[in-house]
């Protein structure tokens, strides 16, 4: 009774061990997908500045990305019949965007 009892605590402790490290494993591909590779010699670059500015890189770089979203343009390109010509499936998606 008391073996049995022990397999199962430790089946137990195997199921939680096992479910941890899935959950762990998981977290850190979604972290990995958030990140962006800057070029090396621009994140010198930008840890020379933050240190004079008495800032942080991360503070910068959101800073420079507010400020491009600011001017971004985001009208779509319309496209032309030729286009649609050539390509029938950009009839249909233009069918499915078309408001009701």
Known sequence: MANNYKRFIHNQFEKAKSTASEFISSRSVEQDEDMIDLDPRYVDQLKDIAILQHTTVEAIVNGLIAQYLASASYELTPISVDQKEANPLLY?????????
């Not at 249909?92 to 965007?97: A, T």
């Open 92 to 100: 249909l998606d233009g069918i499915c965007k078309q408001e009701d």
